[in-house]
T-cell receptor
Framework: AQTVTQSQPEMSVQEAETVTLSCTYD???????LFWYKQPPSRQMILVIRQEAYKQQNATENRFSVNFQKAAKSFSLKISDSQLGDAAMYFCAFNSGNTPLVFGKGTRLSVIA | EAGVAQSPRYKIIEKRQSVAFWCNPISGHATLYWYQQILGQGPKLLIQ????????DSQLPKDRFSAERLKGVDSTLKIQPAKLEDSAVYLCASSPDPGQRGRGYTFGSGTRLTVV
């Protein structure tokens, strides 16, 4: 069974600074996808960024980028130039084949003005 | 495109009562998911539908939970009777097709259930 581990329950960052959220996963699959979702107090899960396992190049979306280390089964999220609106719960998620998304326990990010 | 709609947004019930949640996915999305998110944890899959058929309900507590997806569109999730440990946010999500899994899912805003 696939598992996703987020070892940082809470993180904080100063506004305009950079923060990195960690995620590791376990799978025997070779073809899979990884995601970072943001969940603000409104509760709606918002897709931040995704990575295909077969792609070596790390995905980037504006201020958000990932460091994907396939051999180490690591998938960290870097947020640059942090903004107050980035404060939320962040969830790392995994799926493969027809297996639905499996989520980690989440990291609560606080942004300090 | 319109998002995934869920109702109600909040619900408070007493233990042993019944409750139902409703979800309307994005038009044309064949696959629908119900997730349970207990406070402080990540979402956990309860059930997956492909059109109006169940693909995976291995995590659904079938003695008290039931779900259906009529005509492959809207879906309802029911709990009867509710227990205190059912207090959670119930999230509905949809995706175009399992084969397009790399696109991720679109989630609704969820229903927060409190059982007292």
């Amino acid at each position: 069974a696939q598992t996703v581990t987020q070892s940082q329950p809470e993180m904080s960052v100063q506004e305009a600074e950079t923060v990195t959220l960690s995620c590791t996963y376990d799978t025997s699959e070779s073809d899979y996808y990884l995601f970072w979702y943001k969940q603000p107090p409104s509760r709606q899960m918002i897709l931040v960024i995704r990575q295909e396992a077969y792609k070596q190049q790390n995905a980037t979306e504006n201020r958000f980028s990932v460091n994907f280390q396939k051999a180490a089964k690591s998938f960290s999220l870097k947020i640059s130039d942090s903004q107050l609106g980035d404060a939320a719960m962040y969830f790392c998620a995994f799926n493969s084949g027809n297996t639905p998304l499996v989520f980690g326990k989440g990291t609560r990010l606080s942004v300090i003005a | 495109e319109a998002g995934v709609a869920q109702s109600p947004r909040y619900k408070i019930i007493e233990k042993r009562q019944s409750v139902a949640f409703w979800c309307n996915p994005i038009s044309g999305h064949a696959t629908l998911y119900w997730y349970q998110q207990i406070l402080g944890q990540g979402p956990k899959l309860l059930i997956q539908f492909q059109n109006n058929g169940v693909v995976d309900d291995s995590q659904l507590p079938k003695d008290r939970f039931s779900a259906e997806r009529l005509k492959g569109v809207d879906s309802t999730l029911k709990i009867q009777p509710a227990k205190l440990e059912d207090s959670a946010v119930y999230l509905c999500a949809s995706s175009p097709d399992p084969g397009q899994r790399g696109r991720g899912y679109t989630f609704g805003s969820g229903t927060r259930l409190t059982v007292v």
